[in-house]
């Protein structure tokens, strides 16, 4: 708390236990075994409804929906990890190099479903298909790029949740 009183400039540890109290009560601290940690609302960022992409409009009034990147993004964390993009071949499904992709693992996949695969021993982004003769395979969302039929082994890793990308660097 000390540390706390020196950083907001606050004249004693009580000022500190008694924003930390406000915090809590507000949602953005929690106690934790007699510690104070954040919460995911302190992480949260407003968004500000509906822009379109076409014709402007009239700016919105209502007030602001506070989300974090995990709650639009991430609906089991403890399944999910994060892969960057290398390549372009599924840059017609929106996905580009650079992106880093939120895949969910041990989810349940079918057909139409864009995943993280390992076929013949190598990494790979594509949507998953199957033949009329029922067997698996990669397809990518460039028609100039051929499918990939498994050789010898296809194993789905996991279902690409979606992407998250960073347009100005």
Request: charged share 25%.
């Amino acid at each position: 708390m000390a540390k706390l009183t020196e950083i907001v400039g606050l004249a004693s540890t009580s000022s500190v236990h008694a924003l930390a109290e406000r915090l809590c009560e507000a949602g953005y601290l929690t106690k934790v075994d007699c510690r104070i940690a954040p919460t995911k609302r302190f992480f949260a960022r407003p968004v500000f409804g509906f822009v379109r992409a076409g014709l402007a409009q009239p700016a919105s009034q209502e007030e602001p929906e506070l989300i974090t990147v995990d709650d639009y993004v991430i609906d089991e964390p403890n399944r999910t990890t994060m892969h960057r993009v290398k390549g372009d071949s599924m840059r017609d499904a929106g996905i580009v190099e650079g992106d880093v992709l939120a895949v969910e693992h041990n989810t349940p996949t079918k057909p139409g479903d864009i995943v993280l695969a390992c076929v013949d021993n190598e990494l790979t982004v594509k949507t998953l298909r199957m033949d009329a003769q029922g067997r698996w395979y990669l397809e990518p969302a460039i028609p100039a790029y051929e499918c990939i039929r498994p050789r010898s082994a296809l194993e789905v890793l996991g279902v690409v949740v979606g992407p998250v990308r960073r347009l100005r660097h």
